[in-house]
């Protein structure tokens, strides 16, 4: 299945599997609308999933203009319910050509994780860089690979190691099951090292401004990146260093 068919597949489930990672998802959330630049008044949420999320964190800022992009019909169909500016049924990397800028890109709970290779991030990266406002940022969330407060200590010391002597990316893919209602919907995602995330930003041309640590069982933040999944404040680096 393409990553829009399990998400289709998913979609009748989606409020509901994402309620069993609210703690997680709520504090990704307030993350970001702490850090939204004031004034902010446009927000572009890529990977938008039911556009709940989105539309939430818009009304915490008061941002009016909202556009939303999801590749999966479901999906999009559910975002269409919502008073949304827009919806584009894309994926990242093929957002339709626009005059809209943005002050604000959402990328949350891994997007850049379901797609299929490096190239693909790279792309999607690119595109979302070139309609983002000078000043604007760009937040997104990552699995990660070195996250001991989810896999422990012992295994994350070991894929410490291993990655370090020998990296290869291809060790962050994982195939999985999503056991839902009795269902199980097979799925795919890709859990990131700290170092390749930061090599895919400079790739990009984008400029890590913050980052932290939320760990996925109970949204507890720290700064510390071995302990909970990668979350990244991000600005154009060319941009922010034009006069």
């Not at 949350?108 to 983002?132: D, I, K, P, S, Y």
């Not at 699995?143 to 989810?150: F, G, K, M, T, V």
């Amino acid at each position: 299945m393409s990553v829009p068919e399990i998400y289709d597949a998913l979609a009748p489930h989606y409020r509901e599997y994402a309620a069993t990672r609210s703690a997680y998802l709520d504090a990704v959330d307030q993350y970001v609308a702490l850090r939204i630049p004031t004034g902010a008044s446009s927000l572009l949420d890529v990977g938008a999933g039911d556009g709940i999320r989105a539309m939430g964190i818009a009304r915490r800022r008061d941002i009016g203009t909202v556009f939303l992009c999801e590749p999966s019909a479901e999906l999009a169909r559910k975002c269409r319910k919502l008073p949304a500016t827009e919806v584009w049924e894309t994926t990242a990397e093929s957002i339709p050509e626009t005059r809209m800028r943005f002050d604000v890109i959402t990328s949350l709970w891994n997007v850049l994780g379901h797609m299929q290779n490096r190239a693909e991030r790279l792309r999607a990266l690119n595109r979302l860089r070139t309609l983002l406002k000078p000043a604007g940022r760009i937040f997104l969330d990552l699995n990660n690979r070195h996250n001991a407060a989810a896999y422990g200590w012992p295994r994350v010391l070991g894929r410490l190691v291993l990655d370090a002597l020998a990296p290869d990316e291809r060790r962050g893919d994982a195939s999985y099951l999503w056991e839902i209602e009795g269902r199980a919907i097979p799925a795919m995602g890709h859990l990131f090292t700290p170092a390749e995330a930061r090599l895919l930003f400079d790739k990009s041309g984008l400029r890590v401004v913050e980052r932290a640590a939320i760990d996925y069982a109970n949204g507890r933040i720290s700064q510390w990146p071995l302990l909970g999944q990668l979350v990244f404040v991000l600005a154009d680096a060319e941009t922010e260093r034009t006069p």
